[in-house]
């Protein structure tokens, strides 16, 4: 006989109950929200130019109403200074809405191709169709900007859109969650809040498309739910950005550059500069340059700076401390930490190993190791060996510097002479290669990854039209192989014939016009 259960196993079952029946009550609730949104995107109602217009208008009117109430969520998830809030999340955010809402006529408008002989006669275009709902997966590190950032080109394509926040800035996710359903359409923008359960749950249903940015481990985890739908990803990852430097720099504002882009978000950036590579006479006059900058920028005590972020969480930051605690190269400046205020000094490592931890995955913090080597071929070579980075950073006057990293290199984003700004231009796209990522983004080319592009070919019952085609009809003979041959041959066709079919239309209006007026004069009309 099977033993009594004793009262405690007894509440661990009614437990474990209760936490099934929470599991499938949420599970059901999910799939509601993404029903929901079907629902609203076969309705109709995303896909006229008012509609989305008037969304990413109040897009725009949340971001300014509400700036002061970001800046506390993230001052609470990382202690972002005010200004990194404003302009590297919030006002970044606003450009994007702004140029959707300036550019969104031109986007939508049918793009018209070249053609071929055979459809000389022909209409050929390009209609641009929302997907439909897809699924935006932000990232902790701006919590704001990566949840919010995809969604202005995803209204503008028309598309209805969940948004999961991530969990690991609780209080970023809380007023995305607050504020969107005051501003946009309930029925086609919705917030889904909560940790892995609530990700894993969503990763089930059947999305047109899944937009994440975080890291390369759960963008696998991401890519592998959505085959199962077949559902296209574009996956934001990271990786180790290289930053190379040669003597030709302007070592004073390379210095400048270089700092400011490892401090900001205090490192957790996934551009952020990785590592140095350059020569050991560079490397001495860089540490010099950078040590002088963190006495300017942050003082004696940088951590009681007002200008610095905090890491995230104490996962991360153990992390970052056994990478400094494991290296064995030398420590020229910061390396101080204080796990109870989650804060890491800005830190520079010369005579770092290759194969030690800091030179195998992304730091993902303020930590900076430099590499010396000898050559730019040298430096390709090393890049070449690693993974594909996010971005690849070059300070040389050099001219034949430059052009070797750019030819010889594969990279999402190059940047010369400057270190993250590339990011302020929306007619550059963002995106990874490889492990570092897939899709791109940022203006135009955030509404075209929210796009489908048909294809058209709009053709009328002419006589001419009739004629060009017939060699397809049977009875086959080598005849119409030869001529269909000659018709469909790839070949650069003038411009000027493209004004076919409306000269033709104008002359045969001429044409009618004389016709009309003999026949008047021969009738007496």
Known sequence: ALPEQTPLSKAKLKLLDSLLQEIMARTVQLSRVVANSRAAFLSGKT??????????????????????????????????????CISLEIEFLRNDVRGCINNIQDWMADYYVEKNIVTLMDTTLIHYDPLGV????????????????????????????????????????????????????????????????ETTTLLEERFDHIFFTGSGPVGKIVRAAANKHLTPVTLELGGKSPVYIDSSADMEITARRLLWAKCINLGQTCIAPDYV???????????????????????????????????????????????????????????????????????????????????????????????????VEEAVQFINKREKPLTLYV??????????????????????NDAVVHLSVETLPFGGVGASGMGG?????????????????????????????????????????????????????????????????????????????????????
């Open 441 to 525: 983004y940022h203006g135009k080319y955030t509404f075209t990854t929210f796009s489908h592009q048909k294809s058209v070919l709009v053709r009328d019952f002419s006589a001419i039209g009739e004629y060009l085609g017939e060699t397809r009809y049977p009875p086959y003979e080598d005849w119409k192989i030869k001529r269909m041959g000659l018709l469909l041959k790839n070949r650069k066709i003038p411009k000027c014939l493209s004004l076919l079919p409306y000269l033709a239309c104008f002359f045969l209006g001429v044409a009618s016009v004389f016709l009309v007026k003999l026949m008047a004069n021969n009738f007496k009309l």
């Open 134 to 197: 897809v699924l935006i997966m932000g990232a902790w590190n701006y919590p704001i900007k990566l949840s919010l950032g995809p969604l202005a080109g995803a209204i503008s394509a028309g598309n209805c859109v969940i948004i999961k926040p991530s969990e690991l800035a609780p209080a970023s996710s809380s007023i995305i969650a607050s504020l969107i359903p005051r501003y946009l359409d309930k029925e086609c923008f919705q917030v889904v809040e909560g940790g892995i359960q």
């Open 395 to 416: 300070f040389s006057s050099d001219k034949a510097a430059q052009d070797a990293f750019k030819t010889s290199t594969s990279s999402g984003s190059m940047v010369v």
């Open 47 to 84: 896909r006229p130019l008012a509609w989305r217009m008037s969304q990413l208008e109040n897009l725009l009117k949340m971001l300014n109403e509400n700036e002061a109430s970001i800046c506390e969520a993230l001052g609470k998830d990382l202690r972002k200074p005010k200004q990194e």
């Open 277 to 375: 590579l350059c020569s050991k006479e560079v490397e001495v006059k860089l540490v010099e340059k950078m040590r002088s900058l963190i006495g300017e920028w942050y003082g004696i005590d940088p951590q009681k700076s007002p200008n610095l972020c905090r890491i995230i969480n104490n996962r991360n930051w153990d992390r970052l401390d056994n990478l400094l605690k494991s290296t064995k190269g030398n420590i020229e400046l910061g390396g101080e930490t204080d796990p109870n205020d989650l804060y890491i000094a800005p830190t520079v490592i010369t005579g770092v190993g290759y194969d030690e931890p800091l030179m195998l995955d992304e730091i993902f913090g303020p930590i900076l190791p430099i590499v010396c080597v000898n050559s």
